[in-house]
């Protein structure tokens, strides 16, 4: 997936006035703090599949992949609540030495989010946003998991994400061939998106809140928010030894966007790998 210059040059210029935006993440809307329209408080999450079950994280839900056999990925975004027991932790992580992102990782010294969200009553089910893709790669390894990405073994490139046979994410949201996990007509008011009426969240809401962003009843649902509230790091990168060369992937997009933009596969964005952004959050799937 080769991008254009101008789409770098525009992409670095979004990576820098979301950088400016991270002040405002220490309030989310729907924790309490000012949000300009009405966020769900309710939170829709299961109880997870036994079988995907690693004793950490959040619950994970098993579906199907394209070519047969399953995979498991965690039901919502990791959570301040999920990520805060990381950190409490003071373990030091290491991704095994055939990840490709495996020398610029080990360069981490902290993992601690670049926004202040604390974990305080309903605001410990938020997503966590703020961190960049290593703190998201070495949060699901400590949790046995990985960050989702490739399906086979070999390292997801960057022209397969998009593909629901090759990415672990894109076959979860694409559910058995849907546009938006819920289906091929964009719903505005099934996820938190910045069109829903008649006032939009405004901000990242909690995790499962909105019962509707999923798939339908079967062997794809319990799967939420894959559609909106915040954009969620996968495992695919170019490396190389700074931006533009080195790059990332996001998808899903966030609160901000609607319609094609957050669609399953038109949300997909080449961004700096160390960007510790509020709309960005991430979560994980099996190894």
């Known amino acids: 997936?080769?991008?254009?210059?101008?789409?770098?040059a525009v992409t670095a210029a979004l990576a820098a006035a979301f950088g400016a935006g991270c002040a405002s993440a220490s309030s989310p809307a729907g924790a309490g703090g000012s949000a300009p329209g009405d966020c769900p408080?309710?939170?829709?999450?299961?109880?997870?599949d036994a079988a995907c079950a690693t004793g950490k994280?959040?619950?994970?839900r098993q579906i199907p992949l394209p070519a047969?056999?399953?995979?498991?990925i965690d039901e919502t975004e990791v959570t301040v609540g999920d990520y805060e027991v990381f950190l409490a932790s003071g373990q030091t992580i290491q991704l095994d030495a055939t990840d490709p992102a495996q020398a610029r990782c080990a360069k981490k010294t902290s993992y601690a989010p670049s926004c202040e969200q604390s974990c305080q009553g309903p605001s410990c089910a938020l997503p966590q946003t703020c961190v960049?893709?290593?703190?998201?790669k070495l949060y699901c390894a400590w949790a046995g998991k990985r960050l989702c990405g490739a399906i086979a073994g070999a390292p997801l490139a960057l022209a397969d994400v998009n593909d629901p046979a090759k990415n672990q994410w894109m076959n979860a949201c694409a559910s058995g061939g849907r546009m938006w996990p819920y289906g091929n007509t964009y719903d505005s008011?099934?996820?938190?998106?910045s069109d829903e009426k008649p006032a939009a969240c405004g901000g990242p809401a909690i995790t499962?809140?909105?019962p509707h962003c999923q798939a339908p009843a079967g062997p794809y649902d319990q799967v939420f928010d894959l559609s909106g509230n915040v954009s969620e790091w996968v495992d695919a990168s170019q490396e190389a030894a700074d931006w533009p060369a080195l790059r990332c992937v996001i998808m899903g997009g966030s609160y901000v966007h609607y319609w094609g933009d957050v669609s399953c596969s038109g949300a997909t964005l080449q961004w700096p790998c160390d960007a510790q952004n509020p709309e960005f959050g991430f979560r994980c799937c099996s190894k």
């Open 1 to 8: 997936m080769r991008t254009p210059s101008w789409m770098l």
């Open 41 to 48: 408080t309710t939170r829709h999450v299961g109880a997870g």
């Open 57 to 60: 994280g959040g619950p994970m």
């Open 68 to 72: 047969g056999g399953m995979m498991c």
């Open 132 to 136: 960049d893709q290593c703190d998201a």
């Open 189 to 193: 008011q099934a996820c938190n998106t």
């Open 208 to 210: 499962s809140s909105y």
